[in-house]
């Protein structure tokens, strides 16, 4: 079964770095696009940045400039580093295809930014 297990999460004050990682159970060569999503308590999951296979990437205007996102086919690991981060970035992080696949969903990592 395919699988994607996202790590690299935690607590961290305003201001500070984390990096995820998104680890594939299969090559991801094949998923041209691939996201970093997240959901807020009460919110909708929303798409932070996504990387294609030819290394185009695109943010969202909140994570803009802060944020970078990479691939590593090979591994079948995509990364988001994570900078400046604001309590606001409080989420449950996800990785999978844009647009996503119903049944790649994994359980996701918690970040939790304080003030």
């Known amino acids: 079964q395919e699988q994607l297990v996202e790590s690299g999460g935690g607590l961290v004050q305003a201001g500070g770095s984390l990096r995820l990682s998104c680890a594939a159970s299969r090559s991801i060569v094949s998923i041209n696009r691939i996201g970093w999503y997240r959901q807020a308590p009460g919110k909708q999951r929303e798409l932070v940045a996504s990387?294609?296979?030819?290394?185009?990437?695109n943010y969202e205007l909140p994570v803009k400039g802060r944020f970078t996102i990479s691939r590593d086919d090979a591994e079948n690991i995509t990364y988001l580093q994570m900078n400046s981060l604001k309590p606001e970035g409080t989420a449950v992080y996800y990785c999978?295809?844009?647009?996503?696949?119903?049944?790649?969903w994994g359980q996701g990592t918690q970040v939790t930014v304080s003030s």
């Open positions: 999978n295809g844009v647009p996503p696949f119903g049944g790649l």
């Open positions: 990387i294609t296979r030819a290394g185009t990437t």
